[in-house]
């Protein structure tokens, strides 16, 4: 099998599954419990939150908030900062168009709840002007959310410009660095983010845990009651899943200064070879900074979900610039805030490369294009 979608989920690391099959046979302790077993599962619950803040640069380990997803990170973040907000005369949320759906979605309910969204749409190339977001951080802005790396199409996002922008007007600053960790230098060192969500299963680590650091002088609401995480996400924290995270995240950052150039290699040897054997395909968001390992191919007259299926039965997982929802297809809102027709946004394919990706699965995965893409267009 070729794996292409590790911008999804990337495969479990093996000294991370070790570890879990380990720990999740041991004796179970509540970090809340005052005996024995609770205080020590409490001292590993502390060394995995001084790891996350070391590796983020953060000013203490008390920022640190594991939550149960990246989703529920930035849902905590967004909400959480909206809610604690004690002047009523900042109703404003200014976001991009193109966040991920969870971020929408979080956006969309404080909408609901009365607040003022501004959306702020890319450019042609997929990349947000950051002056005009900047534009739009007036007297009445609550919070400001721009994600780190688009998804969907690798686009590197301006959020240094914009993280000090807002530091300048004193609104707080949420990024969604999900896609950013391992692919570019992600921590508060490069931005002064107030809010940074991520999560561990895009990194080789488990699905079910994330992290928000909160930096002190932001005030999140709880959207979970109850005291773990210092009153700000209630629940009983997996020790397991948060020293598993640790471990994807440390390794990730270990690896970084070889995988990305060897990334990006494969990467434009992919397109390469594409582009060569399919001349109407073009790569969406090639004019703007990108991540070395994502690249959105739109070949107009394809059906992208047919092409996908394709790949599939010969043992290569891509995923389309399309999600299926409630049994009908709908064009990607990324690739329709960029300008693409919805035509056009369902003739497309992400492939994001990742630890596994060899010299040989390139090859395979263009040939393979090369040969799909013209029965699929006849299909059409």
Known sequence: MI????????????????????????????????????????????????????????????????TGSGSEAAALAIIGAFLARPDADRRTVVTSA???PCVLGAVAQLERLG?????????????VDAAEVVAHLGPAVALCSLMWVNNETG?????????????????PFHTDAVQALGRVPATLREVPADLLSFSA??????????????RRQVDVAALVPGHQENGRRGGTQSVALAEALVLALEATLAEQATAVPRLAALRDELERRVL???????????????????TNLCVPGADGEGLLIALDLEGICVSTGAACASGSLTPSHVLRAMGL????????????????????????????????????LGAG
């Open 201 to 214: 299963h895009k990194l080789g680590g488990p699905a079910g845990v994330g992290v928000l650091i909160n």
């Open 3 to 66: 794996y292409l979608d590790h911008n999804a989920g990337a495969p479990l690391r093996p000294q991370v599954a070790g570890h879990l099959a380990r720990a999740l046979t041991e004796t179970a302790g509540n970090p809340s419990s005052v005996h024995r077993v609770g205080r020590e599962a409490r001292k590993r619950l502390d060394a995995a939150r001084e790891a996350v803040a070391r590796a983020f640069g953060a000013q203490s380990p008390r920022e640190v908030i594991f």
């Open 155 to 171: 686009v590197i996002q301006p959020v240094d410009i914009v993280a000090r922008a807002c530091v300048e007007r004193g609104i």
């Open 276 to 294: 060569a054997a399919l001349p109407s395909a073009r790569v969406t968001g090639a004019g703007a900074p990108r991540v070395a390992n994502t």
């Open 98 to 100: 193109i966040e991920h």
């Open 341 to 376: 027709s919805p035509t056009e946004a369902q003739a497309s394919l992400r492939l994001s490369l990742g630890a596994s990706t060899t010299p040989g699965d390139v090859e395979r995965v263009a040939a393979a294009l090369a040969r799909l893409v013209p029965l699929n």
């Open 115 to 127: 607040a003022t969204v501004v959306r702020v749409p890319p450019r042609a190339d997929g990349q």
